[in-house]
């Protein structure tokens, strides 16, 4: 059992930075990534990002390339989401999650198996 909390969540003016935070408890596994997702009203979830707690790759979305990025603090057990230059279509529920005793990569919702419970990120124009 893996627990997620997120952070840092808040409202932003276009072109300005958010830094997320997810800290997990329970049984994380060093192999498996965690990733970051979004889902905007009336839209699906979708992939933003995700990290292996092991090597620290890394995988980015290409609708946040160059200007969201992931990163992981080992000792914390704590997973981040940099957000620069955010955009008002970048407003949305930000999640974080774990692909829980599983070790590939996946952009797909359905396959992580553990959830927080959500931080809003509002971007205004």
């Known amino acids: 059992q893996v627990q997620l909390v997120e952070s840092g969540g808040g409202s932003v003016q276009a072109g300005g930075s958010l830094s997320l935070s997810c800290a997990a408890t329970?049984?994380?596994?060093?192999?498996?990534?965690m990733g970051w997702f979004r889902q905007a009203p009336g839209k699906e979830r979708e992939f933003v990002a995700a990290i292996r707690w092991s090597t620290g790759s890394t995988m980015v979305a290409d609708s946040v390339k160059g200007r969201f990025s992931i990163s992981r603090d080992n000792a914390k057990n704590t997973v981040f989401l940099q957000m620069n230059n955010l955009k008002p279509e970048d407003t949305a529920l930000y999640y974080c999650?774990?692909?829980?005793?599983?070790?590939?990569?996946?952009?797909?919702?359905?396959?992580?198996?553990?959830w927080g419970q959500g931080t809003q990120v509002t971007v205004s124009s």
């Open positions: 329970g049984r994380t596994s060093r192999t498996s990534p």
């Open positions: 999650a774990a692909r829980v005793e599983y070790d590939s990569w996946s952009r797909n919702p359905a396959d992580f198996n553990s």
